[in-house]
Every structure is written in C-alpha cells, then in structure tokens.
C-alpha cells in the first residue's frame, strides 16, 4: 500500500509539472463549455436583414416596425432597388432580405391577400431557416392581430408545449455533450498518453522489474486521473448549474454515480488503448480519431441519432458516449431515475466491464 | 572468488514462432563477479536477460536467479535484482531526491532507510547540489550513473546492466566501470551486456552469443589465449564470422 501511495504521489508531479496536461485539465473543460454555452447557439439573435419596400405605406410600416422590435433581428439597410439584393448578399451584409410587393398595403385591404417575399441566404441552411421560420411567426401574427374584428371560419390552432426546455436553450443540449467529450478526453486520452510516455522513456520496463504488480502499475497511473475526472465532472455541472441556470432535476448522487461509470469505460479504453500504442503520438491520434470523433459525430451529442442512415445509428449503439448522453440528459433535464435508465447504465456498465477486461488480457500479453 | 553461484541457467530457450531467440544456452554466474554477456545486435542478449529478470517466460530449459526459479518464483526474484536499462530510465521531470525517493519507495525501503541511502548516494555521486534539480537538465553521464546507484538502492544481490555505457564519453565510462568494480568487491553480482570490447576487458568472465547460442565463455585473457589474438574486439569477430 505504501508503495502505492509512493506511486500515486509521482504521477501527480508528472502531471502538475507538465503545462500542457494542466491546461488540458483544467483550461479544456471550463473553455469548451463556455464556449458551447455562449458562443455555439442554435438560436438566433440580432440577425441582419435587409427591406426592400415597394409599397411604403401603413401596413407595411407596420410589419417592419414589429420586425425590427423583435429581438431576433435588426435592420442593416433598407433597399431601393432589385439589384441591390444580390451585391448585399454578396457582400456577407445580411442574412435575408424582405420584399413587399408594390401595392403591399391596397391588395391587403382589396383583395385580402398580400405577399412578402422572404430571400434568405443558404449558404448557411440553418440559420436560413430558422430566419425563414421567425419571419413567418412575426407575419403570422400580424395577420392575427389584423383579423381580430373578424370572424375568421374556422381555424386549427396548435398549441405547442417544449418540454423539459421551455425556453429552447442549446445549452441545455451541449452540457451534456460537452461533458461527455471532457470525461472521456481526461479519462482516455490523458492515461493512454501517460501509460505510453512511461514506455517510451523506458521507465515502464522498470517498473515491470521492479517487485510491483503489473496491476499495480496501471492502477497507480489510472487512480489520479479518475480523481481529477471527478473533479472535472464537478467543475462542469457547477458552470452549467450556476452559470447557465441549467436545473438538475433528477438526483444528483445518481449523476455522480453514472459519471463515475463513465469514467471507468474511458480508462478502460484508455488502458486498451496505451497496449496497442508504442508512442505517445499514436495514443494521441488513436484517442483522437478513434474515440473524439465518434464521440463528437455519432454519439447523437449534436447530429440526432434518429435521422442518421441505418448502419450509422447501429455503429452508435456501441459508442458509450450515446448511452452516457441519454442518461445525463434524463437525470439533468428530465429528471428520471434508475427505474427509467437501468437500461442505459447496464449496457455502459456492460461495455465498462468488457474494455477493463480486453486491457487486462492484452497487457498480459504484451508483458510476454 | 566465491564459489556460490547465484545465477544457474540449464538449457534455457525462447522461441518466438519458428525462431529461436535463444537456443539451449547453459552458464552459472558466480557471486560478486562482474560477468560480461557479450553479442551482436539481434544475437539474442536481450532475450536471455528478459528471462533473467523475470519479465519473459522462458519456452524451455531452467534458470536460477537469486536461489529463486525464474518459471515459478518470478516475483520472488524482482525483489532480489536490480535492473538498468539503456535509456537510464529515470524520470525526468522529478527532481534528483525525488527520483530516490520514488524508485526507494516501490522496492519497499522505508523512509528513514531512503533518507539515509540518500545522503550517502549524493555524497557519494557528489550530486548534493544538484538534488533538488529536475533529472532533465542533468548531463547525460550523471544520469547514468544516478541510475546505477538507483538500481543498487534495495542491496540486491544481482544487478543486471542492459548497455549501459552506450553514448557515454570515455572518462565517464572509466567511472562508471570503477562504480562497478566498488558494488561488486562488496559482493554484489553484476551481469552486464555490453558493445565496446574494451569494457569486456573488464569483466571477470565473458560469454559470447552467437545466433541465439553462446559460443564461447571464459576470462578474456584465456579467450584471448585460445583465439590467439591480442583483443577481445578479434575473439568477438573471430566468433562472430565463424
């Protein structure tokens, strides 16, 4: 045991001394999810648009007026012409521009019926519909609030309710996320990288001739990192708790819990991965590629799993990432217990125990 | 010289695949002798070592290392050797004490004997300056031989010595060798694996591996006899193009 502590004690120099690791530590996990919360948004805010107003009178005023009071857009420039429109998209200037028809204001009140011609930039298709789909809400309402006096037949409302975000917020969406690419890079990456390192200066060799254990050996260089995992784990739920209101509504000894797990199956990789890696370097790009990306493409953390193509959402099921982002999203979000996310939890604890025991055999073996 | 043996290797082989690594090799290392275990590149000495130290199962034949059996007791045998690679594996990003403190610590030294080792190996190494350095800005020849008092740190009875005077200067490499002379008048073995010819010279006894076998093992001055050359670097080249 002594020895233990002895070996745990050296691992924390290593890692204290090292800037690079440090930041990866600590600076990644604050920076991403600050970044993610504040700068990577799928709502829009103060986008620019841009009217070209054939028709200027009351009912069109009216409209531009709410356009611009809204929070979602301001106004950059109003044009006179048509060819303008294509040199101020061209330009990068505005994200839409919004035509009224010549008699906008006489066809509204005539014929009943006017039009308003919405041209959106789609180089970026997702900011072009969102913009189109706020334009059409404002509009809708406009034409509610006109129609007010009249008896309108019959009409269809739907009343649309978002549950467990309210309010739509991405941030909701990439804490999990993000938490999840946080705790497998410290577990994976960061142990794998110093298990090798260990091989690369020859000190391993060492080690495995000095009187400790081979499990002992790895044990010690995997301890420090699960315990700053967790402290990791707690920093982020912290930002997002406090900074960006995020609720945990389900237990958060639970949450603990299945960080904990999670956590586990990293290192778990992370150890698979440091016996099939000569080299620091390899360890990092296998760490990278073989398990960020996944993490990042597949795990449903951004693209949704439901639309991806057939053999895609099969590779996703053994991604423990996806199963960890559902269980994060249940017990933050919704609020569940273990009565709904045993499932989950016995698959990741399933894949947990398959990679520690896949690392084991082939540490034997590379120890021959 | 002693007459207890504290290496007995019978007909020790590793196979890797069809390929015989090392191939019926039988010798006994006697205590406090400083035993050269010579060979080419790819001859099959690191292989035996591996075996030696307990890090590699043998495919056949016995070996005692320490009174302990290396097939069974390979545990028992890590406790009683000290082992040195050709990197000089310390860390380099803890300092001086902190690596004896550390390498003390996983062969179960308690403090108090690390401390005291300690103040005895600064002095000794005339490193009490520099024990608060970080290994990395040591020059490569204090580095080595840090690491060889490192590996002698637990008084084991047998320290294997992987190359460890590769990349050295000469005047360094005459220190060392003295290091290697004091450890062994005080009884410990040493069994060394070495390039330079010159260094053969100084072992007490010298083995020569061929392909996986040893082809010759005696004092250089009788190898020298028998070969009827003036050096060990043409009894090596004599058993290397036979």
Known sequence: ?368 | MSTKKVIQVNKLTKNFGDFKAVNNITFDVGKGEVFGFLGANGAGKTTAMKMLIGITTPSSGKANVAGFDVNTHAEDIKKNIGYMSQKFALYDDLTVNENITFFGGIYGLTRKEIKEKSIELLKELNLEDVKNMLVASLPLGWKQKLSFSVSLLHNPKIVFLDEPTGGVDPITRRHFWEMIYKAASSGTTIFVTTHYMDEAEYCDRVSVMVNGKIEALDTPKKLKETYNVKSMDEVFLKLVRK
């Open chain 1, 1 to 368: 045991m002594k020895r233990f502590v002895g070996f745990i004690k050296k691992e924390f120099y290593h890692i204290f001394r090292d800037k690079r690791s440090l930041f990866i530590l600590f600076g990644m996990p604050i920076a991403q999810i600050l970044l993610f919360g504040f700068a990577i948004t799928n709502e829009i805010n103060n986008v620019d648009i841009a009217i070209l107003d054939h028709s200027k009178n009351v009912n069109s005023t009216e409209v531009i007026n709410k356009i611009s009071s809204s929070k979602y857009f301001s106004i950059n420039k109003f044009l006179e012409m048509e060819s303008e429109i294509e040199s101020i998209f061209k330009k990068g200037k505005v994200k839409a521009v919004l035509i009224f028809e010549q008699n906008f204001g006489s066809n509204l009140i005539k014929e009943k019926k006017a039009t308003v011609q919405v041209v959106t930039d789609a180089t970026d298709p997702n900011t072009a519909n969102t913009v189109s789909n706020y334009v059409n809400g404002i509009l809708q309402q406009y034409q509610k609030q006109q129609n007010k006096s009249i008896d309108p037949g019959f009409q269809v409302l739907p009343e649309t309710k978002m549950m467990y975000n309210s309010e739509l917020k991405s941030v909701y969406m990439f804490v999990p996320g993000v938490m999840t690419i946080i705790l497998m890079l410290v577990s994976a990456m960061m142990t794998s990288i110093s298990i090798t390192r260990e091989k690369e200066q020859g000190t391993m060799e060492i080690l495995l001739v000095s009187p400790l254990k081979p499990v002992q050996v790895i044990l010690g260089k995997v301890f420090p990192y699960i315990f700053l995992s967790i402290i990791n784990a707690l920093i982020i739920i912290v930002l997002s708790i406090f900074i960006f209101k995020m609720p945990v509504q389900g237990s958060l000894l639970l949450l603990g819990l299945e960080s904990i797990l999670f956590i586990v199956s990293a290192l778990g990789l992370g150890i698979l991965i440091s016996t099939i890696s000569e080299t620091q370097q390899t360890a990092m790009m296998i760490s990278l590629m073989g398990l960020m990306l996944p993490v990042i493409l597949l795990s449903g953390f951004i693209f949704p799993i439901a639309s991806m193509p057939y053999p895609l959402q099969m590779i996703s099921n053994i991604i423990p990432a996806k199963w960890f982002i559902i269980i994060v999203k249940g017990i933050m979000l919704k609020g569940v217990g273990i009565q709904f996310l045993w499932k989950e939890s016995l698959i990741l604890l399933f894949m947990t125990v398959f990679f520690i025991v896949v690392s084991i055999k082939k540490y034997k073996i590379r120890l021959e």
